[in-house]
């Protein structure tokens, strides 16, 4: 739903964006999904939404804040407890994080901050947005392979339909 000629799909498609993600991640190479869902998302949350503690599937996420509530949806982060390629993760440590036990990383995001997070082993969530102003960002997803795209079954549950 997004156009073809937004300043979004001129970004997320633009060879001097990706070698600027390539570079500071230190990767060679990211590719565009094949599939138009998974490639450029918005996400909004409301008064009262939040996103809860989680781990993500992907090696990298890559977001840019549009608008920032005027309180609540902070964006927190954990970064221990959790080894993903040696398959380990220290249940009572993520247990007393969620409990706020534990000191946590906190980042104040305003609008056109983009945030490049990249380790599957933070364990990091959006607090509840407080005001009626709401948060609003987009998410530019891409592979470390060419022509990836998520299962019929993955875009029913995350879009609610196939294509």
């Known amino acids: 739903m997004i156009p073809k000629k937004s300043l979004l799909n001129h970004i997320y498609y633009s060879i001097e964006f990706k070698k600027f993600i390539t570079k500071i991640l230190n990767i060679n190479n990211i590719y565009p999904y094949k599939d138009n869902l998974s490639s450029i998302n918005y996400n909004y949350y409301q008064k009262n939404q939040q996103l809860g503690w989680h781990?993500?599937?992907?090696?990298?996420?890559?977001?840019?804040?549009?608008?920032?509530?005027?309180?609540?949806?902070?964006?927190?982060?954990?970064?221990?407890?959790?080894?993903?390629?040696?398959?380990?993760?220290?249940?009572?440590?993520?247990?007393?994080?969620?409990?706020?036990?534990?000191?946590?990383?906190?980042?104040?995001?305003?609008?056109?901050?983009?945030?490049?997070?990249?380790?599957?082993?933070?364990?990091?969530?959006?607090?509840?947005?407080?005001?009626?102003?709401g948060r609003v960002l987009v998410t530019l997803n891409y592979n470390l392979k060419k022509n990836i795209e998520l299962s019929e079954n993955a875009r029913r549950i995350f879009f609610g339909r196939k294509s």
């Open 55 to 133: 781990f993500d599937n992907a090696l990298f996420a890559i977001t840019l804040m549009i608008s920032s509530p005027n309180s609540g949806g902070a964006f927190q982060y954990f970064n221990k407890g959790r080894d993903f390629k040696k398959n380990f993760i220290d249940k009572k440590l993520i247990k007393n994080v969620i409990e706020g036990k534990e000191k946590i990383k906190q980042l104040e995001v305003k609008p056109g901050t983009l945030i490049l997070f990249y380790d599957k082993n933070y364990l990091h969530r959006v607090t509840p947005i407080k005001s009626v102003k």
